[in-house]
């Protein structure tokens, strides 16, 4: 079993600043991905970014240039650096690791951010 613990979340002001973190745990395989998705009040879980044990990243269009995506693979932790953040960035966001043949799913408990002023 995989176990997934976020952290970082928070209120920030627009324009402002927030590192997510997540720490994986568990029996993980070596090749995995890694990621974060949201969800609003009202709307879908979406894509926020992800990364490849090999350093491979893909971006949502609304993180492109001001969010940024890294990993510490020793570690199995993977890392959200957020600037310039905006009110519509407010979410739940969610940590995510894929791994295994079955390409199976592990979620964390997701954790609040809030951009207020």
């Known amino acids: 079993q995989v176990q997934l613990v976020e952290s970082g979340g928070g209120l920030v002001q627009p324009g402002g600043s927030l590192r997510l973190s997540c720490a994986a745990s568990?029996?993980?395989?070596?090749?995995?991905?890694m990621g974060w998705y949201r969800q609003a009040p009202g709307k879908q879980r979406e894509l926020v970014a992800s990364?490849?044990?090999?350093?491979?990243?893909t971006y949502a269009d609304s993180a492109k240039g001001r969010f940024t995506i890294s990993r510490e693979n020793a570690k199995n932790t993977v890392y959200l650096q957020m600037n310039s953040l905006k009110p519509e960035d407010t979410a739940v966001y969610f940590c995510l690791l894929r791994h295994g043949v079955a390409r199976t799913d592990y979620w964390g408990q997701g954790t609040q951010v809030t951009v207020s002023s």
């Open positions: 568990g029996t993980i395989f070596r090749v995995n991905v």
């Open positions: 990364i490849t044990n090999g350093g491979s990243t």
